[in-house]
């Protein structure tokens, strides 16, 4: 029996559930639980706070564990970093005051910033040859500065609006994150064989999501250029209409780059198009 670790609540937790369901993993939802068992594939779910996932894979609490990279990173732990799962994505930012002059990373050479991944920071000063003055706290990182607590902040960073309604104003990227699987480094093979068929399902489903499945009609002498239009693709489905000169192609678009592709088939005499969502690309 496997243990997965994954977020009790919060960011991560949905997009979590969500993953395991899409892997035919059904599990109870029951957040005052700490362990659900899954009804359908040998599997335990634990749900613990995101601080504590990388420490409970690497002490063998949990066999593999679903967690922010920025957790990895930060608590150093000895974990695997088995596959991304593209979601929970954010970086991690030096800020400062909106209205500093800012001349690079020396500037913040004897400063006080407050954050919450004191390690991180550590290690890229260090690479930098920057002295700091690094304070570590729990939460609210972007009020440290208003209040007098700090020069400059290092804080988790989406869309930036935090940091404007403070004053604050991002100038290094210095970490990008997202959720990834992570694994205990020695496990025994029936758990690795379990953890295979969990990274399958997963990467398909990651693999799938943000594509569509597109079917249209085309003049069969435009099959050429509309393949030419995808080349991505190995090959195309082509089917035969009942009206001459006209079959129907199927094919695979990053939703990214639907709209383009599909006004490109257009031009090209597509006609009747169909866009569906793509549940599953199994390979
Ligand atoms: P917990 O109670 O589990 O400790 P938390 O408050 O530390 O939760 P959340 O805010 O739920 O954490 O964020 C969990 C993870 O989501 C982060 O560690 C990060 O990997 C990711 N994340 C993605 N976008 C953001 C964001 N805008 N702010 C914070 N975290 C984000
Ligand atoms: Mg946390």
Redesign the pocket.
Known sequence: MLRIAI???????EDCMALLKDAGINVAASKRKLVARASDFPIEVLY????DIPQAVAMGVADVGI?????VAEKNQNVRKLMRLGF???RISLAIPRDAHYDGPAWFSGKRIATSYPHILERYFSELGIKAHIHEIAGSVEIAPAVGMADGIFD????GGTLVQNGLREVEQVFH???ALIAHPNLEAEKLSAIEKLKFRFRSIVESRGMKYVLMNLPHNRIDEAVALMPGMRSPTILPLAAEGWCSLHVVIREDELWEKVEQLKQLGAEGILVLALENMIR
């Open positions: 977020q009790a609540k919060g960011r991560l937790n613990l706070r995101d601080d967690v922010g990279l920025n957790e929970g994505g954010c988790i960073v989406s869309s994150s997202e959720a």
